[in-house]
C-alpha cells in the first residue's frame, strides 16, 4: 500500500469527519497519519475496506472486549471521565505494540459494517416520497445491510421539530435530525406500509452472537454516546420483527432476488455509505442491471456514497427514467439539508 495516500486518508478522516465529532479520533488519526509503524500496521486492512474507521474500530473492539490497557481511560465508552484526548497517543502505540497479532486478525477478517440507525432520519421522508409516488407497499432490499437496523426505518419514531412526531409514534426507538436549508420534505404521519424486508451482505451480521454484536458497538466512536443508545433500541425492536438477510454479493444476487417480489409491491433498492466499498465496475452492472429491470417493472434505487455524497433517487415508471437528488446529508445523520 503507498503510505503516503494511507497517510493523507488518515489526516483527511480527521479533518473531514472526526473534527468536532470525535476529539480522541481526531487527535489518533492525525497521529497516526505521520507515524510510520502504525501506518504499516493499518495498511494490513482487507483491501476495499475504509482503514481509518477499521484501524481505530479494531482497537475499540479489543478495549471493549476487555483487553485491560492505560489505553481504555481516554475512551469514553469505557470510563465515565476520560483522559485528555491529545495524552493518548502513547498508549495507543503502546497497544498496539502489545495487541499487534489480535488487531491484525481482525484488520485481515471484519469489515466495516456500521448500521448507523440515525440515517433512518433521512430514509424515512425518503420512503415517504416514494410511497407517495407509487400508493403501493414497498418491498425493501438493502445492499450491505449488516444486521438489518436500517430495513426497520418504518419500526422508529421520528421527531424533526420539537412539537410533531412521524412514523411509529409509540416505539421505543425515537430518532431526531435537524432539517436545513428552507425546503421541507413530504412526511407522511405514520410509517408506509412494507411488505417485506431482505437484507443483502458479504457478512451478514447475527445480533444475536455477542461477538458480532461487539463488533458493531466497536464501530461506533467512543464519544457517541446517542449512537449507542439508537443502536441498543434499535437491536431490541429487531428481535421481533424477522428479516429475510441473505449472506453474499448483493449486486450479483439481485435478479434472483428480485423475481421473488410480487407485482403488488413496489421494489425499494437502496444502501446508505455502503457503495464507496463497491468496486466501479460493480457499480456500473448495479446501475445497468436497474435500468433494465425499469424497462419491464416499476423500480426506485435510493443511494448515497456512489458518485458523490449527495442522497440520490433514480427510479423508472411504466419505462421512463427519473433521477432527483433528494438531499444532502451528515454522515451520522445528525441533519440533513432536503434539496427536493
Known sequence: MDFSRLSERFKAF????????????????????????????????TPGQPV??????????????????????????????????????QHFNDFCREFEYEIIQLLENKLVQTNEVRRCGYLYPSFCRIY?????????IELGTSAGLQLMWDQYCYAYTPNEK?????????????IKGDKTPFLLKYS????????LDLN???????????????????????RSSYFEKAADCLKNHPLELVEGDGVSLLPEIVSTISEDSTICIFHTHVANQIPTDAKIILKEYIKSLGERRDVFHLYNNMWDLDLHLDYYLNGNEHCETLAETDGHGRWFNWKL
Not at 479533518?15 to 495498511?43: F, N
Open 166 to 178: 412521524y412514523g411509529a409514534i409509540h416505539s421505543t426507538l425515537e430518532i431526531s435530525a435537524e
Open 132 to 140: 407517495q409516488i407509487t400508493q403501493k407497499p414497498l418491498a425493501l
Open 192 to 199: 408506509p406500509p412494507v411488505s417485506r424486508r431482505i437484507g
Open 14 to 45: 480527521a479533518e473531514r469527519e472526526c473534527k468536532g465529532s470525535s476529539p480522541l479520533y481526531e487527535h489518533l488519526a492525525r497521529s497516526i497519519a505521520e507515524d510510520e509503524k502504525l501506518l504499516e500496521l493499518a495498511a494490513r486492512s
Open 52 to 89: 481509518p474507521n477499521l484501524f481505530l474500530g479494531a482497537v475499540h473492539y479489543l478495549l471493549l472486549s476487555g483487553k485491560e490497557h492505560d489505553l481504555a481511560h481516554y475512551y469514553a465508552s469505557i470510563v465515565k471521565e476520560p483522559g485528555e484526548p491529545g495524552e493518548a497517543i
Open 204 to 226: 451478514v451480521i447475527d445480533l444475536n452472537d455477542p461477538e458480532d454484536s461487539l463488533w458493531l458497538k466497536a464501530l461506533i466512536w467512543p464519544e457517541h454516546h446517542e
